[in-house]
């Protein structure tokens, strides 16, 4: 089956590590996109890669990082350098310059 | 800039129509969308309509637009209460080329009433 996985689910790390979130992708789409959703505060975009070794940084990418080596993946790193990293975070893809985006289930993050 | 204007929240009866309202400011956009979120879930694409159509239907789902007004909106018939979830309108902006991305409102809460 085709789809976009993220993991995992839930992670829980202390203040002060970085950690990455992992997003995979079997559907051949060109474009991922990270997004960090707060509650009230809708989809904002962290990152996102319109092909293999490029990306973009969004309206927050202050505090993360990305990679693109591959097609099918798209990490994302939290750094300690976020402030308010606890958050559900969403991966998507989409086939190359069509908006239409395919999401992951998510993960959520909570920094202790 | 461009933005996506969503009231937040919404609460109907079991088997009654829901009305979701959006309202967004690029015109030259092609496509809307609306997307469903369920508790602690990623988000899932209900229905989108090209820019130059007024109406989609999809079974119980009816998407009007208003170009003049840049008004969307979705109506869910006979609305169950697996409905509830969080629905999300999206435009897809109007930057050219490789940085084309979608512009989110911030989503409307549906409570659905037995």
């Known amino acids: 089956d085709g789809g976009i996985t993220q993991s995992p689910k839930y992670l829980f790390r202390k203040e002060g590590q970085n950690v990455t979130l992992s997003c995979e992708q079997n559907l051949n789409h060109d474009a991922m996109y990270w997004y960090r959703q707060d509650p009230g505060q809708g989809l904002r975009l962290i990152y996102y890669s319109q092909i293999v070794n490029d990306f973009q940084k969004g309206d927050i990418a202050e505090g993360y990082s990305v990679s693109r080596e591959k097609k099918e993946s798209f990490p994302l790193t939290v750094t300690s350098a976020q402030k308010n990293p606890t958050a559900f975070y969403l991966c998507?893809?989409?086939?190359?310059?069509?908006?239409?985006?395919?999401f992951g289930q998510g993960t959520r993050l909570t920094v202790v | 800039g461009e933005d996506v204007e969503q009231s937040l929240f919404l609460s109907v009866r079991e088997g009654d129509s829901s009305v979701i309202n959006c309202t967004y400011t690029?015109?030259?956009?092609?496509?809307l969308y609306w997307y469903k979120q369920e508790p602690g879930a990623g988000l899932q694409l209900l229905t989108y309509i090209f820019s130059n159509m007024d109406m989609k239907q999809d079974q119980r789902l009816t998407v009007l637009l208003n170009k003049k007004d840049k008004h969307l909106s979705l109506r869910i018939a006979d609305t169950q209460t697996g409905d509830s979830a969080i629905y999300f309108c999206a435009e897809s902006g109007s930057a050219a080329g490789n940085n084309r991305k979608l512009i989110w409102g911030l989503g409307t809460s549906l409570a659905v009433n037995p």
């Open positions: 998507a893809s989409s086939i190359y310059k069509n908006t239409e985006a395919f």
């Open positions: 690029d015109s030259s956009s092609t496509y």
